[in-house]
Each structure stands twice: as C-alpha cells, then as structure tokens.
C-alpha cells in the first residue's frame, strides 16, 4: 500500500528515507499465492511454532525443577532453550500474522526492532553452542578440573559474554543497515527484515554494509566452528582411549545430540550470510530462513530430551510428581 500521499515532485529523503516517501512502514512480502496455499503455511508455521514453545518452555521447567540436571552442561542447555524460545518469537508471530494480512505493513521502528533482537538471539546463539562445546571437553578431557573451570559464576559469565557479544554484532548491523536510504522500494521481498533483502531495496552505497555482513558474520562463524571442532577433536581422541564401553555410548549419545544441533545451525547460517551467492534467489533465501527460525528451534529440544538420558529421566519423574 502506499506509504504517503504526497505526489508531485520526490525529493530524496536522508537517512532511514524513502525517495518521495515518508518511510514510517515496509511491506513485508513474505509467502505469496491462493488462499490454500497461505492457508497450508499457515497451519504448517502454527504448528512448529507451537511444538517450539512447547518443547522449549518443557526443557527450562525441567532443567529448573529437577536439581539433578543443576550441571553446567544442562545450565547452557536451559540457556539455549530460552534463546529458541525468544529467537522464533520475534519472527514466527509476525508472519503467521501477515499470511492473511492484506497490507503486510511494518513500520519502520517495529522492523529496526525485529532486526536487532533478530540479530542480538542468532549471534548469541552461535556463541552458545562453542561455549557449550567447550563444556564437553572440559567435562570429558579434564574431568578433575571441570568443577573449578566450571563453577556456576563461571558459567554465569561465559552466558553473558555470549549475550554481550551478540548484542555488539546486533548494535553494529542494526545500526549500519538502518543508516542506509531506501528509495528503490519499500518492499522488503522476506517475511521479516533480514540484511539480504534489506540491502536489495537499499539506493545507497552498500560496499562497508556488505564487507561487515561478511567479515564479522565470517569471522564468529569460523571462530566458533574452531572451538567447535578443537573441542571434539580432543573429544574423540579422548573417547577412543575409553576402555568402558558403557562410558563410550554415555558420551556419544550427550555429545552426539550437540554436534546435531551445531551442525544444523552453524550449516543454514553459513549458507545465509558468509557464502556469497549460495542462495541465488529471495525465495530460496526464505526457504533457507525458515530454517534456521521455525526447525531448528523446534528440533532442538527433541534433540536433546531423545538423545540425553539424564533429560528423559528428569521427564518421567516430573511426569510421575505430575500424576
């Protein structure tokens, strides 16, 4: 829809403007199609949304009502849940919403928001899983150290560096991206303001947007993905001198469950931001997005409540107190 009804000449606005357009809204073009067809995502979106509140909202209580599961290991598992929770709740609401909504609209305050708490979670995230990574080799490759390296203020800290730096990453981008001036559309061709299609409608320069997008989203992709890999590297080694079979298994299925969920994750992201021109269209970017904002989110608690024997246990017994 229109954003102004101004006609007539179209001076070109400032920063966070439209050319001949007040820019207060963005259009979110999201899913397209028949009735049906938004009919169907609609049902299929609800329903991950919902099995990922469900299941994550399930893992925190857990985690918090059963003090058998009060380890670091499960503490960052608790931390990653609510991260889950969060992330798919600042995009899954908005574009279940716009599948029916015949304007699409989001002002421009509601998508610099949605970007930066966007940014903020995923960056966070990524941190997550190589600090939880490193857990795992400080518990299985130095076990006698583990209870000091680890101590809960320890593990207080390495949460809040990773909040702090995703809220930098999420301060820089938000920033960089909505200083740019948007005067070649006001459609943002995704179903929420993401950088790709908001640097699509972008009449500025956008080379230091472009270079950030991929030197830093390069820089923590790879940074962790090495403590990612060291970790399991010395996981393995240590694994393989395991004369216990059982011990074997016990650290497989724990570690197992984690590497999915890295894998997973740090893959789509990678796809996304850091290779350039692996995803050839929007559309296969939004294929790409929901991902990484509804499956992932969504597996990510099944993961580790089937692969974690401690969590199935802590289940049945919280389900037994329940009874």
Do not use: W
Request: aromatic content about 12%; some cysteine.
């Amino acid at each position: 829809r229109p954003l102004s009804a101004t006609s007539g000449a179209m001076p070109t606005h400032g920063v966070g403007n439209l050319s001949g357009l007040s820019l207060q809204e963005f259009v979110l073009v999201g899913f397209e199609g028949e009735l049906e067809t938004r009919a169907l995502l609609f049902a299929v979106f609800l329903a991950l949304y919902v099995v990922t509140m469900l299941g994550n909202l399930t893992m925190i209580m857990v985690i918090t009502v059963d003090t058998r599961l009060h380890f670091p290991m499960y503490f960052f598992l608790k931390n990653l849940s609510l991260l889950d929770l969060c992330y798919s709740s600042v995009i899954t609401p908005k574009a279940l919403a716009n599948l029916f909504s015949p304007t699409k609209v989001i002002t421009f305050t509601g998508c610099a928001t949605q970007f930066f708490f966007f940014c903020l979670l995923g960056t966070t995230e990524t941190f997550l899983l190589a600090t939880m990574a490193y857990d795992r080799f400080m518990a299985i490759c130095s076990p006698l150290q583990y209870p000091v390296t680890m101590c809960p203020s320890a593990c207080t800290h390495l949460v809040l560096g990773t909040y702090c730096g995703g809220c930098l990453n999420a301060i820089l981008q938000t920033s960089l991206t909505f200083h740019l001036s948007f005067c070649s559309s006001h459609l943002i061709n995704h179903f929420f303001c993401d950088v790709p299609p908001l640097l699509q409608i972008a009449c500025t320069n956008k080379a230091l947007n472009e270079l950030v997008l991929f030197s830093i989203g390069g820089l923590i992709i790879v940074s962790t993905t090495l403590v990612v890999l060291v970790s399991y590297g010395y996981i393995t080694v240590t694994i393989l001198r395991m004369h216990s079979g059982t011990g074997r298994h016990k650290v497989f299925s724990t570690c197992g469950s984690h590497m999915i969920a890295v894998s997973l994750f740090y893959g789509t992201i990678f796809v996304m931001y850091v290779q350039p021109g692996a995803v050839g269209t929007m559309e296969q970017g939004k294929v790409v997005s929901i991902f990484y904002t509804l499956v992932i989110p969504m597996l990510n608690p099944l993961i580790y409540s089937l692969q974690n024997k401690d969590v199935k246990e802590a289940l049945c017994r919280l389900g037994q107190k329940h009874a």
